[in-house]
């Protein structure tokens, strides 16, 4: 992400959530008539004792000198949890160092492998900071796709549920099962700002699919959503999960996204009458 991207993302970032605010959660009055959605700029810079100028001019994205102590005000202004308030600082101050990471070991290492083929009714997948899938369970193959089919350059998981149209087909709640893993992919496209693949990747897959530019334009953020699933399995029918995103101790850019049969739902033992057809059991 270069120079004007970064602040293109800013600009974003903060005009859509200020249209998420309603003056009431603010404690400003509600009467009058508003143009827009949300707060309005003069009232974000007012919350955050900045002027309404500097507010206006940050979030176009202008290069403009900013503090972290600022910064922290407007968060607060526009109601920023703590990884959108960390974001934010990524995005302004370009905390980060400009060069990423070496790339993570490929593989998965072997009590973690042991870990995912013991969650045999609980769909796993493990994924890098790219969200490319680097490890998966029987489980997984069964409910999602066999990955082992997909060509190693297209198992991203977000590439795949903008461009697979049986893993759209299998989510009822679409936009909530997409938007929890577009928020983790945000999460580490703010944090390796110096890593031009997240801006190439996120050119590519908005020519490919309008739909995935307008779900990551919500600008949503977090490291570790947790959702609540519901599947139309083609073979196994209604099925109820939660989904819980977890990184992996020692390995920051591993992740392990379980789904775990919901409790008072049947899905586990529809888990377990899927796996027994395929000759899992």
């Not at 005009?15 to 700029?41: D, F, K, N, V, Y």
């Not at 206006?56 to 308030?85: C, H, P, Y």
């Not at 703010?190 to 897959?205: H, P």
């Not at 309008?210 to 490291?223: A, K, M, Q, T, Y």
Request: net charge positive; glycine share 6%.
């Amino acid at each position: 992400m270069n120079r004007d991207q970064r602040l293109q993302a800013l600009s974003e970032f903060l005009t859509t959530h200020r249209a998420r605010l309603q003056p009431q959660s603010a404690g400003l009055p509600t009467g009058g008539r508003r143009r827009t959605p949300g707060l309005r700029r003069e009232e974000v810079a007012q919350i955050a004792g900045v002027s309404t100028t500097w507010y206006t001019w940050l979030e176009q994205g202008r290069d403009i000198k900013m503090s972290a102590q600022v910064l922290d005000r407007i968060a607060f202004a526009l109601q920023f949890n703590e990884e959108e308030r960390k974001y934010l600082h990524m995005l302004a101050l370009e905390q980060p160092a400009a060069a990423p990471p070496p790339e993570p070991e490929s593989g998965l290492p072997p009590a973690l492998s042991q870990i995912v083929g013991q969650l045999r009714y609980c769909p796993t997948i493990v994924s890098d900071r790219k969200c490319n899938i680097v490890g998966w369970n029987r489980a997984a193959a069964a409910v999602f796709m066999d990955f082992e089919q997909v060509p190693p350059g297209e198992r991203n998981l977000i590439w795949l549920l903008f461009t697979r149209k049986e893993l759209r087909a299998l989510a009822v709640n679409w936009d909530d099962f997409v938007r929890g893993f577009l928020a983790i992919f945000r999460y580490y496209y703010g944090q390796y700002v110096g890593d031009k693949w997240y801006a190439d990747f996120i050119e590519r897959l908005s020519g490919q699919n309008g739909e995935f530019r307008r779900l990551w334009d919500i600008n949503d953020v977090s490291s570790a959503p947790e959702v609540f699933i519901e599947f139309r399995h083609a073979k196994a029918g209604k099925m109820l999960f939660d989904l819980t995103s977890m990184q992996v101790q020692g390995r920051t850019d591993l992740r392990c996204s379980v789904y775990t049969p919901s409790v008072g739902s049947d899905t586990e033992s529809k888990m377990k009458r899927l796996m027994s057809r395929l000759g899992e059991e």
